[in-house]
């Protein structure tokens, strides 16, 4: 349970610097929301991985390829699509001009 405990940590940490980017409007409080809130779909990720009896993963690859290869044993885990969600959201868009910021 530590990952889904350090996931909740991140989250709650992501929460408090979006409501203080919310008063300051700075930028960096922003992204460091943004990277707190990712930090904690990867540790959710890597508990539900960890929970299917497979050692956790070290890397975005690998983590990947564990989710596909959870995925296609366990229809469950197959439905909710979270390898697809997960990856789409993990595209730099800054660098194909879709998002601007500032």
């Known amino acids: ?22 008063r300051t409007r700075d930028y960096m409080r922003l992204r460091n929301a943004c990277e707190k809130g990712w930090l904690a779909v990867v540790l959710v990720t890597d508990h539900l991985i960890t929970c299917a009896g497979v050692e956790r993963a070290h890397g975005r690859a690998e983590r990947a390829e564990l989710l596909e290869e959870l995925e296609e044993r366990v229809d469950k885990v197959k439905r909710l699509g979270i390898s697809d969600r997960m990856w789409a959201r993990s595209q730099d868009f ?5 998002v601007r910021v500032g």
Do not use: N, V
Request: glycine share 4%; net charge negative.
């Open 1 to 22: 349970m530590a990952l889904l405990d350090d996931a909740f940590k991140a989250l709650e940490h992501a929460k408090r610097e979006y409501e203080e980017y919310l």
């Open 94 to 98: 800054t660098q194909r001009g879709s």
